[in-house]
């Protein structure tokens, strides 16, 4: 009996540790990308965030990439292009701006892998 309740309390206890609510909303690209293509997303920010963190990495093989970020009011709040001379890599935080923020990306005769996202963190 004892081996019992010691076997349901530690199932209860590493369900209830492993349980971990994610308050943070994050959007953005995991992919190929190849020559003269382009993306975008859109993350609606509400006014509970605080900041905006641009995260990830880029690597071109050939060619180049032009990343960007625009805030709600349309303003260009990060603008990077990426060669094939380095991997890049981004970790930027911005003050949040209820809204629409766009990640974009247009490849400039680029080819390669790009991983970035737009993480709201309340």
Known sequence: MKYKIL???MISLFLFCSCQK???IRFGF????EKDTIGITIMNVDHT???ITLAGEVIVDEGEVLVELIDP???LV????FDSSIIGEVNDT???IPGNWRLKYKSIKGIGLLKM???ALN
């Open 117 to 119: 996202h737009l993480i």
């Open 94 to 96: 911005i003050s949040a």
């Open 7 to 9: 076997q349901i309390t």
């Open 22 to 24: 994610d308050s943070n």
């Open 30 to 33: 995991d992919t190929n990308f």
């Open 78 to 81: 990060f603008s990077e292009q």
């Open 73 to 75: 009011n349309g303003k």
């Open 49 to 51: 965030a605080k900041f």
